[in-house]
């Protein structure tokens, strides 16, 4: 089950940082939502809900940069499920604070750390946890506490992360929907480390830019944010491995082409395994004599990772092939459309993807997304979501 409060020691961060100096900017902003996610087809495990659930969620943000080269920041996000519990939480995004000086950066809180380039699956994003009941493809990340010592000169940046507390992975609950066969018990997860949550984890990242190449390097040594799922008692018992991984984000520019890359190489469990993302993106500016755009992408995904999950947490994307299409329309509505489909080579099923966005007014935005699982085979990770297929529709409202 969630904690009611992830992390309450770090509401200590903002009072000790404002003796610190006088504000000379404060911020306040963010966002409240609503979002229906429409599920056409009946469960296929028993205990799981019918037709569709409502979400409310608010995320107010917090920012003040004070006079002296210090920021604070403050995102707590609450969430309310109408029918899946363990999608209902409180959680914080952001609580930071992060002082500049010249060409160093210390940074002390909770804060969110994005690494990657391609489009249909981001294997660095290492450092935070994955909020997998908020977005079925990964996108929605939980704030990590952390110590981040970052130094910014002409041969590029150097960060040092500094991880002392973990947060485990959310799950659907017996009642919610895209979930195993088996529902996950996060009350019983278990740790290679005898530490548990409390093990500091440590990763290093090297950025530059060289001409039209972007560089990432980085180093992760700590608890894998991917749970092994081991059953027992007819539910599914999060394990979380130590693991030591090193990877590579790539992207280099020329005119309307974007060439990607992202690749690791991880030991966990005593075995070694190597992952690939790497494709393109081509742009066409300005279709038909408008102000439209129409990227085309293309990733082939590879993971060798032993498929037996008593060795590795299980990934649906070991051999697969990602093709889609970006439309943006360049209008006063910011109007984006994204369509896609990944194909497993090896045994044909498909996810079928429609994320799309527009502005209404000052401050309302409205978002659709669609997710379809068509021809997975019965033996293949996906079959466990084989009846998931839904629609969702997101209203917010942004102060």
Not at 36 to 53: A, I, N, T
Not at 261 to 289: C, H, K, M, P, S
Not at 336 to 352: K, W, Y
């Amino acid at each position: 089950m969630n904690t009611p409060l992830r992390h309450r020691h770090l509401l200590l961060v903002l009072p000790l940082a404002l003796s610190t100096g006088g504000a000379s900017a404060l911020e306040l902003s963010g966002e409240a939502a609503v979002e229906v996610r429409h599920f056409p087809d009946d469960p296929r495990h028993p205990g799981q809900f019918r037709g569709s659930q409502t979400t409310l969620s608010v995320t107010p943000e917090i920012r003040w940069e004070m006079g002296n080269g210090d920021r604070l920041a403050l995102i707590p996000h609450v969430r309310h499920d109408s029918r899946d519990d363990e999608r209902s939480d409180f959680d914080l995004r952001e609580a930071y604070w992060l002082h500049i000086d010249g060409d160093w950066e210390w940074l002390v809180g909770v804060n969110r750390s994005f690494w990657g380039v391609t489009e249909s699956r981001h294997l660095v994003d290492i450092v935070n946890q994955t909020d997998e009941v908020a977005a079925f493809d990964g996108e929605e990340k939980l704030g990590q506490p952390m110590i981040n010592l970052t130094t910014r000169r002409d041969w590029g940046s150097l960060g040092l992360f500094v991880l002392p507390g973990f947060l485990e992975r959310t799950f659907a609950g017996p009642e919610g929907r895209l979930r195993p066969a088996q529902a996950v018990d996060t009350d019983r997860a278990r740790y290679e480390s005898g530490a548990g949550k409390q093990h500091i984890d440590l990763a290093l990242r090297y950025a530059h830019y060289i001409g039209d190449w972007d560089i990432g390097l980085h180093t992760f040594h700590g608890t894998g944010r991917e749970p092994r799922l081991i059953s027992e008692g007819g539910r599914l018992v999060p394990h979380y491995d130590q693991i030591r991984q090193v990877g590579l984000d790539l992207q280099y520019t020329r005119e309307a082409w974007l060439w990607k890359l992202e690749a690791l190489t991880r030991r966990q469990n005593g075995d070694n395994f190597n992952a690939v993302a790497a494709g393109f993106e081509y742009t066409l500016y300005q279709i038909v004599d408008s102000n439209a755009d129409l990227g085309l992408l293309a990733e082939y995904l590879y993971d060798g990772r032993n498929p037996n999950p008593t060795f590795a947490p299980p990934t649906p994307f070991d051999n697969d092939l990602f093709l889609g299409a970006r439309f943006a329309l360049n209008d006063t509505q910011d109007t984006a459309l994204l369509v896609g489909v990944v194909i497993d080579r090896d045994d044909h099923s498909r996810i079928l993807s429609v994320e799309a966005e527009r502005r209404l007014g000052s401050h309302w935005t409205v978002e659709l997304e669609g997710r379809w699982f068509k021809q997975i085979a019965t033996d293949g990770d996906l079959a466990v979501y084989a009846g998931d297929s839904f629609v969702s529709i997101r209203l917010a409202r942004h102060f």
